[in-house]
């Protein structure tokens, strides 16, 4: 918006056009449910509304016991507590994972191999957000711009050493996010 420019994705962009010919509004989306614990993964027109738990019922339910839900994509979905949540007009995926594979990896020292800082889109030091936010330290995090930080999850995924990168920054974005919003 500040150079006078937006940029909309394909959906969106539809959605509007919709709205804007027809007067129908959003009442529906297309929602990829897939993870290895789906009976029969599926992409459905799914009412917005409808219960995370309705849908996977139509794909046939659970294989076995749920490990993890998440709703949206695997690097920056969100763990989802219970599938009586509903699906909104953001919800593009519902993936849900055994137990086995909703085990964290055991996470090792940084060997300051420098893969999280060439995955990183926005050209930040993972590593050392990370660090500083582990340790509190929420001012030098902010020197090294955790809050432009798009939380996409490149950095733990690619890391050797198995870090909660993504989590930690996310932790350090919101302090300073927040400390931001209390000075204005």
């Not at 959605?15 to 992409?43: C, H």
């Not at 920054?169 to 204005?184: D, G, N």
Request: proline fraction near 5%; charge should be positive; hydrophobic fraction near 35%.
């Amino acid at each position: 918006m500040e150079v006078g420019c937006v940029v909309e994705n394909v959906g969106t962009v539809a959605t509007i056009g919709n709205v804007i010919t027809t007067g129908m509004p959003l009442i529906q989306r297309v929602v990829t449910v897939s993870g290895n614990d789906i009976q029969n993964p599926k992409n459905l027109y799914v009412r917005i509304g409808t219960s995370f738990k309705d849908v996977i019922e139509q794909c046939g339910g659970y294989k076995e016991e749920l490990g993890k839900l998440i709703s949206g994509g695997p690097m920056m979905g969100f763990a989802q507590f219970t599938d009586e949540v509903p699906v909104i007009k953001g919800t593009s995926g519902i993936l849900a994972f055994n137990k086995k594979e909703a085990e964290l990896p055991e996470s090792s020292n940084c060997i300051m191999c420098g893969r999280c800082v060439d995955a990183c889109p926005v050209h930040l030091m993972p590593y050392k957000i990370s660090r500083y936010s582990i340790q509190k330290n929420f001012d030098a995090a902010d020197e090294y711009h955790a809050a432009d930080c798009i939380e996409c999850g490149g950095c733990s995924y690619i890391c050797p050493a198995k870090r909660p990168l993504k989590e930690t920054i996310s932790i350090a974005k919101k302090e300073i996010l927040a400390r931001r919003r209390k000075v204005k």
